[in-house]
């Protein structure tokens, strides 16, 4: 076992590129950190940037400097889907060909009368919007009404917005574990229900941080039941253990923000334990991605960037940080979707000496390949460990 411990942090959406096959799901041309550089004069990641990251690929005007200290490289999607959890699923070793359904013209009537019948609260909504959108146009509606505002977007999702004062947190989150239930069924799938709770008054309304994902199950074990089952912790930050349904996770801390899951991962390198810490950053997507405000987007990266000191701190040499991405979501691309494109990998140890490029990756299972070679317990059989890079 070369490191007691690999912490993989996911920056959510920060892709790096358009893949090859990107037109085909209407990306041509895409690249999250290059329109970001390019929508944003002045921007600047220098932490990012030592590490490796201008020697990726090209990010609009930036120039590779120097000799970076850390391994880096680029990973393609193999799956089929530009969505949280087919890239997260395939960072654990998993390979999605079926893409998750998607409504865009609305959930069916028999789908949502079942959900009425079964909750006993009318719906408002079904169509594809965003939260904030779609708050401004219904919120007032459901507190006079007490309806569920049901709704989803280019993503494989079905969430449910209900005010806090006018139907209880818990009562949402049974809502949505009824609303799980029936999109079970193989004509209602999609990959997850999310609950999402606001409060503040007409005109004024804000999305609080009760927020609950509710996903299918991966279909077949990942490296995380592997490594759980061997006896290593699987510690989850941010929204990783709702992807994964808890699957092979054995402890989680979920965040309210990026920087109270910055704050959640340096805590849990200062304890002692042996095995993976996974760190998923959602403000990137959520925030500033889908509602494609690049400077928003930038301005997070940037605190990113500025808290990388106190993450390296808290290493030991026999610690190994990646840091990665699931998807891209171009903040000036047109729409409000993931955008299909390649994710950084980049990969540090204060013990590593000789870093180097690890090249274009074929998928982005070699995460899960690393860690199980480094671990030494049984792979899924994707990927391609490049633990022996690392020098």
């Known amino acids: ?190 990959g997850r229900v999310i609950a999402r709770p606001y409060v503040g008054e007409p005109g004024a309304f804000v999305r609080t941080s009760g927020r609950h994902d509710y996903a299918v199950e991966p279909p077949e074990p990942t490296v995380l039941d592997s490594l759980a089952e061997a006896g290593y912790e699987v510690r989850s930050v941010g929204k990783i253990h709702d992807i994964f349904s808890g699957q092979g996770i054995t402890s989680s801390r979920p965040t309210k923000s990026n920087e109270d899951g910055i704050a959640a991962t340096v805590a849990a390198l200062g304890e002692s334990f042996r095995g993976l810490l996974f760190t998923n950053l959602v403000d990137f997507d959520s925030l500033y991605g889908h509602r494609r405000d690049p400077a928003g987007y930038a301005g997070a990266l940037e605190v990113f960037d500025r808290a990388m000191p106190e993450l390296t701190a808290a290493l030991a040499d026999d610690d190994l940080l990646i840091i990665t991405a699931d998807h891209g979501n171009d903040p000036t691309h047109t729409g409000t979707d993931h955008t299909r494109e390649y994710v950084p990998l980049l990969a540090y140890s204060p013990s590593l000496r000789q870093p180097v490029s690890l090249g274009t990756r074929a998928t982005f299972a070699d995460v899960a390949a690393t860690i199980a070679d480094n671990f030494g317990v049984r792979g899924t059989g994707r990927g391609t460990s490049f633990l022996q890079h690392l020098q």
């Open 1 to 190: 076992m070369r490191y007691k411990r690999i912490a993989v942090i996911v920056l959510d959406s920060v892709g790096i590129g358009a893949l090859p096959d990107s037109a085909d799901f209407g990306d041509e041309g895409t690249h999250t950190l290059g329109s970001i550089a390019a929508a944003n004069p002045g921007f600047d990641l220098p932490k990012l940037r030592e590490w490796g990251l201008a020697h990726i690929a090209p990010i609009h005007d930036w120039q590779p400097t120097g000799q970076p200290v850390a391994a880096y490289g680029k990973m393609a999607e193999a799956s089929v889907g530009k969505d949280t959890m087919t890239g997260h699923w395939e960072l654990m070793g998993l390979r999605i060909d079926v893409p998750f359904q998607t409504f865009p013209d609305g959930f069916p009537q028999e789908l949502l009368q079942e959900l009425e019948a079964r909750t006993g609260r009318s719906i408002i909504g079904n169509k594809p919007a965003s939260g904030t959108e779609i708050l401004e146009e219904l919120g007032a509606q459901q507190m006079e009404s007490g309806a569920w505002i049901v709704y989803t977007s280019a993503d494989s999702v079905l969430q449910i917005a209900a005010h806090e004062d006018i139907i209880p947190l818990e009562e949402l989150y049974r809502g949505c574990e009824i609303a799980r239930e029936l999109t079970m069924d193989p004509r209602f799938a999609v």
